[in-house]
């Protein structure tokens, strides 16, 4: 039978081993990784390699493993590497397409819906400041005679990123009387619904109301938010981000919402995570919502998340793309890839 390498994760943990029993009980060798610790990158040591990937078909991590080319490299069996979640920037994606290496990941519906509602949320509670208006009856302060919160009617909301889950945001707020405009290089404007706009990046940020994040993290998109792109937002618009932590600088964020510069910041996502005590985004309390990468892991998310990660293990070791491919560019050369091992074990 195959053999699965797959690492130990504190979010997705329970998901990982009930899948992991499974596979052991179908008769696979399963391979577990070492314990993380929160907040660091768990990088795997080159003399782990021969014990984890000399033998293994598949390798199974979260964002908090890195898979590197080296790790790649290191297992001359691979087929193919899997994630429970969407995200893959702790994959190096470059070096798994030129290895031949699909990569499947957990691009379920209820996956990338649950965060586009999550966003929809967010947007709402920012520019109706919930947190506010629910300070005022818990501290039972007076209602304030000037009004805070503002409707999403007429108000232009820019899209950084317009791949599903931004498509999703759109679709929901179908009807509110919003304007949309996206920034995406890898989407051509005859491929946007006919109701979002396409801009460049400082078009988007000059303009929009709220600027709402959609983009891998990858060394392009780090910190691709940072102080000059903030400043350059309109006084008083909203940041959201619900992709990853690294493509904002979150000091600069800090230092716009406290000098008043941005109206609101809604952040699910961090650099460090968990977000370190001592953070300065801690201290501020105006119209920020910080939650820790946890709002959009709805009960539906997890319940499908272990069948879709078998789902996508099993039809790869029956020479089969995974059920949901990040890469599916790379099939081709995966192909290639799996028949050349399959005439070596021949």
Not at 4 to 15: L, S, V, W
Not at 116 to 145: C, D, G, M, Q
Not at 178 to 204: E, G, M, R
Not at 312 to 330: D, S
Request: charged letters at 20%; a neutral charge.
């Amino acid at each position: 039978m195959s053999q699965i390498f797959m690492a130990r994760d504190t979010a997705t943990g329970k998901e990982i081993n009930q899948v992991a029993e499974q596979l052991a009980a179908a008769g696979h060798r399963v391979i577990r990784g070492p314990e993380i610790t929160p907040g660091i990158k768990q990088v795997f040591p080159p003399e782990s390699y021969a014990e984890y990937f000399a033998n293994t078909d598949v390798i199974v991590v979260t964002s908090r493993s890195v898979c590197s080319r080296e790790v790649m490299l290191a297992a001359p069996r691979l087929r193919a590497i899997v994630t429970p979640t969407i995200g893959v920037d702790a994959i190096d994606m470059e070096a798994a397409h030129e290895l031949g290496l699909v990569v499947g990941h957990g691009a379920m519906p209820e996956n990338f819906l649950s965060v586009a509602e999550s966003v929809v949320l967010l947007f709402t509670s920012l520019f109706y400041h919930i947190k506010t208006a629910e300070s005022l009856l818990r501290t039972n302060a007076p209602r304030p005679y000037l009004r805070q919160a503002r409707m999403l009617r007429g108000k232009t909301i820019g899209m950084v990123g317009f791949g599903r889950i931004a498509r999703a945001v759109v679709e929901r707020l179908q009807g509110w009387g919003a304007n949309f405009q996206a920034y995406d290089p890898y989407v051509a404007a005859s491929d946007l619904p006919s109701n979002i706009k396409a801009v460049d990046l400082p078009t988007l940020l000059r303009t929009s109301d709220l600027v709402s994040l959609h983009v891998t993290l990858t060394p392009e998109t780090r910190h691709m938010i940072g102080e000059a792109e903030i400043r350059s937002m309109k006084k008083g618009a909203f940041l959201v981000n619900t992709s990853r932590g690294g493509i904002v600088d979150e000091d600069a964020v800090y230092r716009a919402r406290r000098d008043g510069h941005l109206g609101g910041v809604a952040l699910d996502v961090f650099e460090t995570e968990p977000l370190s005590a001592d953070s300065p985004l801690r201290q501020l309390e105006d119209n920020v919502i910080l939650t820790p990468h946890f709002l959009s892991h709805t009960c539906e998310v997890h319940e499908v998340m272990p069948d879709v990660l078998r789902t996508n293990i099993e039809r790869v070791l029956a020479g089969e793309p995974p059920l949901y491919t990040q890469n599916p560019r790379t099939i081709p050369l995966w192909r290639e890839r799996m028949a050349r091992l399959s005439s070596t074990k021949s």
